[in-house]
């Protein structure tokens, strides 16, 4: 994941876990039979809801873009009984967040779903102005974080099909332009800084997904890998190449404890903007405090029930990041571990408000938001 990304699909992501299955960056297969969970089922006093149209007020909190609010508004698609025992239900949502930094951001995402689930369309358009900070690299002579404003516009458009089983397959496409203000003057071998910087990309994507639900599984596995070629015969003003990938698995121990566990990984060749660098995605920290070409962290949690609306959790885990945007981060080994509680708003889709407290080497962050940790 990127910051810039991250932050635009995000807005998307969170407000389709309230109105589906399936989330933008996230689909997975109907496991189990009977209707699909809906949010329109649910009942909950955190929606408002009319009709087919939900809106919904989402919290959050966190070390890289402050505390701020999103607000969701989702519109589902008729279907038939048939296709409702099959399939969830075609959904457009809109969001807009923001926060005590002063970061903004505006996102549209359309999740379509046909012929019993074996095709699955995803667009989001978005835009963002991120206010965010980070450490000076090591020589630089200025005191403190530099200040890193990002302003840009985002597309992002995905179709997969079903190879078989718990296998999709498919292709994406996305264009992001964006300008940037990074406020030290030096150069990086490493990343392009430039003020203004297109992207515009094709790739493709295969994933694995037999999780019971994907919002908060108990059980199943998660794999995705993520192609992306950006090219200046496509329009970018550089040539530079997107990998990602994570596996991601969920164990029912009891009635009561599930544990969790993922792996994930980034890397990035040729000259990239600094917006699109690799993360470090653990917590106790904010993601600008680890940028690099290449990353790599693993982490596992303990879930504990410890009613029906209320449970805890314990992390913990390490990553690693190369070429760093700053040297002062570019440790061997870069820890975060911590504890948690959780209090579940939608019984129906199991999903969680979260607070997490983690630690890491120099640093600790709570952390605020909507739907598991991964």
């Known amino acids: 994941m990127t910051v810039f990304k991250t932050v635009v699909l995000a807005l998307g992501i969170l407000t389709l876990s309230f109105s589906s299955v399936w989330a933008v960056d996230e689909p997975a297969t109907v496991a189990h039979e009977g209707s699909t969970p809906d949010l329109r089922d649910d009942g909950s006093d955190l929606t408002v809801q009319s009709g087919n149209l939900v809106v919904v007020p989402i919290p959050m909190s966190g070390p890289t873009l402050d505390s701020g609010l999103i607000l969701g508004e989702m519109y589902f698609h008729g279907q038939t009984e048939e296709q409702a025992r099959k399939q969830p239900a075609s959904v457009t949502g809109a969001a807009g967040m923001y926060t005590s930094s002063d970061s903004k951001a505006l996102a549209l995402v359309h999740q379509g779903y046909w012929k019993d689930d074996t095709w699955r369309f995803t667009a989001a358009a978005g ?6 900070s980070l450490s000076r690299p090591l020589g630089d002579p200025g005191l403190g974080d530099i200040n890193w404003r990002i302003k840009g516009n985002f597309l992002y458009l995905n179709m997969l099909r079903r190879l078989g089983g718990n296998w999709y397959a498919g292709a994406l496409a996305r264009y992001i332009d964006a300008e940037q203000q990074v406020g030290f003057t030096g150069s990086n071998v490493d990343f392009d800084l430039g003020a203004e910087v297109t992207a515009r990309g094709v790739g493709a994507v295969l994933e694995y997904d037999s999780r019971d639900m994907p919002t908060n599984s108990y059980s199943g596995r998660h794999f995705k ?6 090219a200046e015969a496509y329009g970018s003003d550089k040539n530079y190449q997107s990998y990602s990938s994570y596996f991601r698995s969920y164990h029912e121990m009891n009635d009561s404890l599930v544990l969790a566990w993922e792996l994930r990984g980034c890397d990035r060749g040729g000259k990239v903007p600094l917006w699109e ?8 920290f904010s993601a600008t405090d680890y940028l690099g070409r290449s990353s ?4 596992a949690e303990a879930r504990w029930r410890m009613s029906e609306r209320w449970g805890l959790v314990g992390f913990g885990g390490v990553g690693y990041v190369t070429s760093p945007f700053s040297e002062i981060r570019g440790r061997t080994a870069i820890p975060s571990y911590g504890l948690g509680i959780r209090f579940m708003v939608l019984p129906a889709k199991r999903i969680n408000i979260r607070v997490d407290y983690g630690r890491s080497t120099d640093s600790n962050a709570i952390h605020l938001s909507v739907g598991e940790a991964f």
């Open 127 to 132: 835009a963002a102005d991120l206010n965010l």
């Open 277 to 284: 660098a690799c993360t470090v995605g653990l917590r106790g």
């Open 296 to 299: 790599v962290s693993g982490q």
């Open 225 to 230: 890998v993520e192609a992306v070629l950006n």
